[in-house]
């Protein structure tokens, strides 16, 4: 799939207002930290190798869950020993646990590729999250609160930033980009920074899980082999949220189809389907938009301009039903939708556009003509909500010393996406182990990294189906960042705890295929 969903694009676009701040509401005991007069003065340099600790404690599901917190900076090595850069991470231990041997880690990435784990780390999984409302949109005054939701009560986590995200850094301007800009050298330094992170915090005997969130999941897919062969570190789960096409081919009629379940979710939600469709539930109307899309929709897409006029009717007028547009736009554009221009005709006439990452959002144009959305509406508000929050709680709860600015979306270009073939090697690494597990997680209305394609990546990277009990698939009502949203935050959370307990194998059970008895054989 050609398509990939890099946020980091959009920055140049779309850059954010300049936002206040304010101290949070809740601050933790700081009484580990080194006092005043040996911190050392501040520079727009990043130490490599840091950290400051704290301690404080949520309630999860009505449990009591103390943690140590440490923020610092890990460094990346080249193969004679000489530091290439400092990789910043958070890092949550609950601290009322004394043996770590059977505590799960979960290793969390955002993507971009340019963008830092804040997104995941205060939005989503980690104890402490950004103030919103309740369908995910800013609010003021900005800061940070409890997330009663957390993972933290079942396993440790740790958000990892990418060289050039957040406070990551190289050590120097002289430092070659393609050390860490491109597909596979990103996978390659993070492995081997993930083996230093996990021998200083004697995380060895302990269950491993990734978790990457869009590009991301191009990450930690690619990662959970090269861990496997490079570090012989073998993980118990990979959780992949809001996929990209993770290297796996479509060409451009595959492309185009397997966008249609997309285009129906977001109509249901606008209420712009046809009354029959927009009375049923979202999930009784989705199953009836993918049998369409695979049997119908795709074979037509593929005969292009021998459709015979009949066909090419009945078809359009199918596209029309489902997507919220017209019978003549669908005509007019030889039964392909792309999606900008979807983002900009589905409420045209309402003088709206949608959202890119989260259909829910709305924009509004200088002008309602053309083809494309002047911007999109649902990054800029999620800058506006995380940018002060990620800075209030580093620098003024955490206690993080620096000047550095914390990158929300770092210059990481060019970045070299050749021989990217990250879902084969996901895929090899769950044949390799018989312990790996899948999670995949989307949301109904994301149309960078639709719901519907990462179906498909998880049909096309077990074409034989002898993975697929492996493999779970979990979709929300929501966009991309599916858990801004209130009643998602709790489901997904719920959902990756279900995974993380039920993949941790029973005491003493071998890593081992086990022979299935076929009816007849002897």
Known sequence: MKKICFLYLLYFVFLPAL?????????????????????????????????VTAKNAITVKGQRVPYTVVAGTIPVWDENGKPLAGVFYTYYERSDINDRSSRPLVISFNGGPG?????????????RILKMDDEGYPVQPYGMRDNPYSILDVAD???????????SRAVNKD???????????????????????????????????????SYGTTRV??????????QWIYLNGVVLVSPTGLGIERGGVMDAALLLPYYAATAWYHKVLPADLQQKDLTAVLPEVEAFTVEEYLPALAKGGTLTEAG????????????????????????????????????????YTIGRLDSRYLGVDKKDGGERPDYNAE???????????????????????????YNMFGNVFPWDNENNKTGENLR????????????????????????????????????????????????YRSGHMMYLRKEDLATSNQHLRDFILRTIPRAGKGAKYERREVKGEK
Not at 32 to 50: F, G, M, Q
Not at 157 to 167: L, M, S
Not at 185 to 207: M, N
Request: contains cysteine; charged residues 20%.
């Open 19 to 51: 936002f206040s701040q304010k101290q949070s509401d809740k601050s933790p005991d700081h009484s580990s930290l080194p006092s005043a007069h040996e911190t050392e003065v501040l520079i727009r340099k990043l130490n490599i190798d840091s950290a």
């Open 115 to 127: 963008t830092p784990s804040v997104w995941m780390e205060i939005g989503y999984t980690g104890p």
């Open 157 to 167: 986590i740790v958000y990892v930033d990418p060289v050039n995200t957040g406070f």
């Open 175 to 213: 430092i070659p980009k393609t050390k860490f800009f491109g597909v596979n050298a990103d996978i390659k330094y993070l492995a081997e920074w993930i083996s230093t992170f996990i021998s200083r915090y004697k995380r060895w005997a302990s269950p491993k899980y990734l978790i990457g969130e």
């Open 221 to 230: 897919s690619g990662l959970a082999l090269e861990l496997q062969n490079a």
């Open 312 to 351: 090419r009717k009945q078809i359009a007028e199918k596209v029309a039903r489902y997507s919220g547009l017209s019978e003549k736009a669908v005509l007019q554009n030889n039964l392909s939708i792309s999606t900008y221009f979807f983002w900009k005709e589905l409420l045209r006439d309402k003088g």
């Open 379 to 405: 990054l800029t508000a999620w800058l506006h909500a995380f940018t002060p929050a990620i800075n209030i709680y580093l620098r003024d709860e955490l206690n993080y010393k620096t000047d550095l600015p």
């Open 428 to 475: 090899q690494a769950m044949a390799q182990n018989p312990n790996l597990h899948l999670l995949v997680q989307s949301g109904y209305y994301d149309g960078a990294c639709d719901y519907f394609n990462a179906k498909y990546n998880m049909w096309q990277m077990d074409p034989g189906g002898k993975l697929q009990n492996r493999m779970t698939w979990e979709g």
